[in-house]
């Protein structure tokens, strides 16, 4: 099953921003994929269905955008690939 | 004369309480009746871990397990186990039992928030794993957890649904005053609790 992720920069961030989206969706702490990094880190997972609601969101947010980057994640043949989505502009 | 235990209608862990008293007698061969699977799973369970082997009758949902130490003095006329592996390949959790016990609603001491996400991840990853436990055990502090943290709940159901058995201390709930929050798994007791800590082929602790 596809999902997005957003993976962060700094523990803090990861779990500060949590607490800001869940207010309005839908979102799973997981442990970042492999594919993405192999180090430690905490990433958040959501409903594609949300990737809009979720880049507008995270423009919106008192975040430096070098601390975060948005993925879609597909699983291709029982691996998981990774696509880096740009974060909508903080202008929109 | 051989020992008959009747344990129909007693409540888990009743059953393997009686079996391993009598096991602990010193008696090498013996029955048991119980009226359902789990306390036959859970005698099987407990025969293998002390070196008995184990045959099932059954007649009309009553289930009489005839019991007889390997390599004892008094050889059973065994009958044949042949139905045993394909009942063991049926159920739902692998056949090496292994159980998971936190005792904290944290993963390591540190940090509150940060080993609540780990707690969250560990359930997340755990919960996409091949590799289950068969148990996941809840205690003190724990038992916040599947009460409190909506994630972990929801990572606790997916395991749940693939066979771990939730069992959640009711002394610490009551303590906490959490019973009415519980959103998952079984209330369960220090004697449950403690048969499956002692039937686990390993017991991890976070």
């Known amino acids: 099953m596809d999902f997005g992720v957003i993976t962060f920069a700094s523990t803090h961030a990861a779990i500060r921003t949590q607490k800001h989206l869940e207010r309005h969706l839908r979102v799973t702490m997981m442990p970042t994929l492999r594919e993405i990094s192999q180090g430690c880190g905490i990433s958040l997972r959501f409903a594609l269905s949300e990737l809009e609601n979720v880049r507008r969101r995270m423009a919106a947010y008192d975040l430096d955008p070098k601390m975060f980057a948005i993925y879609r994640i597909r699983m291709v043949q029982g691996k998981y690939q990774a696509e880096q989505v740009d974060a909508a502009r903080r202008e929109e | ?206």
């Not at chain 2, 129909?8 to 096991?23: H, L, N, S």
């Not at chain 2, 068969?134 to 749940?160: C, S, Y």
């Not at chain 2, 519980?182 to 004697?191: C, F, Q, V």
Request: charged share 20%.
């Open chain 2, 1 to 206: 004369m051989e020992t008959n235990l009747d344990a129909r209608g007693k409540a888990c862990p009743m059953p393997v309480i009686m079996a391993k008293k009598e096991m602990d007698a010193g008696n090498l061969q013996f029955s048991i009746t119980v009226d359902n699977d789990i306390a036959v799973q859970n005698l099987r369970r407990l025969a293998e871990s002390q070196g008995y082997q184990g045959s099932v009758r059954e007649t009309g949902g009553v289930y009489t397990m005839d019991l007889h130490k390997k390599g004892g003095s008094e050889p059973l006329l065994s009958q044949p186990l042949q139905d045993q592996p394909a009942k063991t390949a049926g159920q739902s959790h692998p056949p090496r039992s292994w159980a998971v016990f936190l005792g904290k609603d944290t993963i390591g001491d540190g940090d509150q928030t940060l080993g609540e996400s780990l707690a969250r991840m560990f359930f997340y990853t755990l919960a996409q794993s091949e590799d289950l436990p068969r148990w996941i055990i809840f205690m003190n502090r724990g038992v916040k957890l599947p009460a409190l943290d909506v994630q972990v709940a929801e990572h606790l159901e997916t395991l749940q649904e693939k066979g771990c058995r939730i069992m959640v201390c009711g002394t610490c709930l009551n303590f906490y005053g959490l019973q009415e929050a519980l959103r998952i798994g079984m209330i369960s007791n220090m004697y449950d609790i403690t048969v499956c800590l002692q039937e686990a082929d390993k017991v991890i602790t976070l």
